[in-house]
């Protein structure tokens, strides 16, 4: 099973970029879902994190700005981020809990950068 994320990149403040993350393998469904991120220094914080039934949770520096969704058909889940800020620069972590045929895993994708800089 494989967790990979995409859609990282470097954009001017105010600007957007939409990251994406998709479970592959022999994955039966997927059960939360969610973003997270890690600046240089700093402890990896949560960005936004989905559920089942898309019921969501936001970090409170991102309440407004970002939205994240999900496609349990496809187990695939996005984040479009409006109105970045340079304080939103780290690396983006996708994770979600997954359910193979011997239960429930957690699962971690290998990051990808977001740089938001003039």
């Known amino acids: 099973v494989q967790l990979q994320a995409s859609g990282g990149g470097l954009v001017q403040p105010g600007g957007s970029l939409r990251l994406s993350c998709t479970a592959s393998?022999?994955?039966?469904?997927?059960?939360?879902m969610g973003w997270y991120r890690q600046a240089p220094g700093k402890e990896r914080e949560l960005v936004a994190r989905?559920?089942?039934?898309?019921?969501?949770n936001y970090g409170d520096s991102v309440k407004g700005r970002f939205t994240i969704s999900r496609d349990n058909a496809k187990n695939t889940m996005a984040l479009q981020m409006n109105s970045l800020k340079p304080e939103d620069t780290a690396l983006y972590y996708c994770y979600a809990r997954l359910r193979r045929s011997d239960g429930l895993h957690d699962y971690w994708g290998q990051g990808t950068q977001v740089t938001v800089s003039s």
């Open positions: 989905i559920g089942v039934g898309s019921s969501t």
């Open positions: 393998g022999s994955v039966l469904s997927s059960d939360v």
